[in-house]
């Protein structure tokens, strides 16, 4: 059942010629002298053909590969509970080295950070849910 990714590679394949016509692009623009510019063609041309592949690229790529992805939202959140990055929320409260150990054991003994500070109780489990709950504090970095 191997699945190739042949439409992940062609937008790759896009994006470069993308990128080679944006230096194309770039250059021409300099090229002007005594108001002249005999390069607006290749300019208009490259431009176009740009919008054309990042527009058709990205219909493909949205009805073959994005349409119909669903989330685990069950294993997603087993994902975020066992990161370690958690306990960045935990420093405030309790220091940055506390933190630092309690990072270090749940790592060397593939636990969570959430089980390291319960049986340690060095927070209530009430606040210690408020405070490592992913979905606020993802929340809380997304704001600017």
């Known amino acids: 059942g ?3 990714p042949v439409v992940p590679e062609a937008v790759v394949q896009v994006a470069a010629q993308v990128v080679g016509n944006d230096a194309t692009v770039a250059y021409a623009a300099t090229q002007g002298a005594f108001e002249l510019h005999t390069c607006w063609p290749v300019i208009a041309r490259n431009l ?4 054309g592949l990042l527009a058709a ?8 590969c994005v349409a119909g992805i669903v989330a685990d939202e ?3 959140r087993e994902l975020a509970e066992a990161s370690p990055q958690l ?3 935990l420093a405030p ?3 940055y080295d ?3 150990e309690i990072v270090r054991t749940a790592m060397a003994e593939r636990r969570s950070v959430r089980e390291v500070v319960a049986e340690r109780g060095l927070v209530s489990p009430r606040r210690l849910a408020a ?3 992913p979905a606020t504090l993802a929340r809380r970095a997304a704001r600017p």
């Open 2 to 4: 191997k699945v190739n």
């Open 48 to 51: 176009l053909e740009s919008i």
């Open 57 to 64: 690229a990205s219909r493909l790529l949205a009805d073959r």
């Open 74 to 76: 069950t294993r997603c």
């Open 87 to 89: 306990a960045a929320a």
């Open 93 to 95: 409260l309790l220091g």
């Open 98 to 100: 506390v933190v630092a």
């Open 131 to 133: 405070l490592l709950d």
